[in-house]
């Protein structure tokens, strides 16, 4: 994920949010990989049990996954650190 598609996973996550009454859609990008290091969906920056619980979830539940994602993608905690861990000049 880059910055760009965090950004737009973010908008659309805040929108979804916004539709209160409409049936709530999945995160899922089809990319289904998850990052080691985050422990998030590379694709949806869901975590596996919010994967997992999605079918089962009642659409409250789902606006909070979603606000999860919205506050991931604008945190930027789906980057991966420096390799060299010492980003100070």
């Known amino acids: 994920m880059n910055f760009d598609d965090a950004q737009t996973l973010a908008e659309r996550a805040a929108a979804v949010q916004r539709a209160a009454g409409d049936a709530v859609p999945s995160p899922c990008t089809s990319v289904c990989r ?7 969906c ?3 920056l869901r975590t596996i049990p919010e994967i997992a619980g999605w079918s089962k979830m009642e659409d409250e539940a ?3 996954v979603w606000h999860a994602i ?3 993608a604008r945190a930027g ?6 390799e060299s861990g010492d980003t100070h000049a």
Do not use: K, Q
């Not at 998850?34 to 998030?40: A, E, K, P, T, V």
């Not at 905690?77 to 420096?82: F, G, L, N, T, V």
């Open 34 to 40: 998850m990052d080691r290091l985050s422990g998030f």
């Open 77 to 82: 905690i789906w980057r991966i650190p420096e």
């Open 42 to 44: 590379e694709g949806c």
């Open 62 to 64: 789902r606006r909070g």
């Open 70 to 72: 919205e506050l991931r």
